[in-house]
């Protein structure tokens, strides 16, 4: 039998890694981000998917919380219509009209 080699988490379609997640909601801030372990590059159509029970966090606090985390790979179809979706997202950010005088 052949030498099997040992498939990178990079490699695989759907994999598991641990995450931190780092949530606050305050009157400066309100915001829930998501860090991956181990340097995972997340690509256009790329899913992440956190496991465990829903996070709170009263107004006025911050916290921090480890979890485990389910990536999924886009196939090359899927990273081609998320690009093209994202390109047309993209353009209605740019659309702009201009009323012609002043406003009273």
């Keep these: 039998m052949g030498s099997s080699a040992a498939i990178s988490p990079m ?6 890694t641990p995450c931190t997640i780092s949530v606050e909601q305050s009157s400066e801030h ?3 981000h998501v860090e991956l372990e181990g340097n995972v590059q997340l ?10 029970d829903p996070i709170t966090v009263p107004f006025g606090h911050s916290a921090v919380f480890e979890r485990a985390a389910t990536v999924t790979r886009a ?11 994202a ?5 209605e950010l740019y659309e702009v009209s201009f009323n012609p005088g002043r406003i009273k």
């Excluded at 490699?11 to 598991?16: I, L, M, N, T």
């Excluded at 690509?43 to 465990?52: A, I, Q, S, T």
């Design 11 to 16: 490699d695989a379609r759907r994999f598991s």
């Design 30 to 32: 309100f915001h829930a």
């Design 43 to 52: 690509h256009p159509g790329d899913k992440v998917r956190v496991h465990g």
């Design 75 to 85: 196939g090359p179809l899927g990273r081609a219509i998320t690009r093209l979706a």
């Design 87 to 91: 390109y047309f997202d993209l353009k």
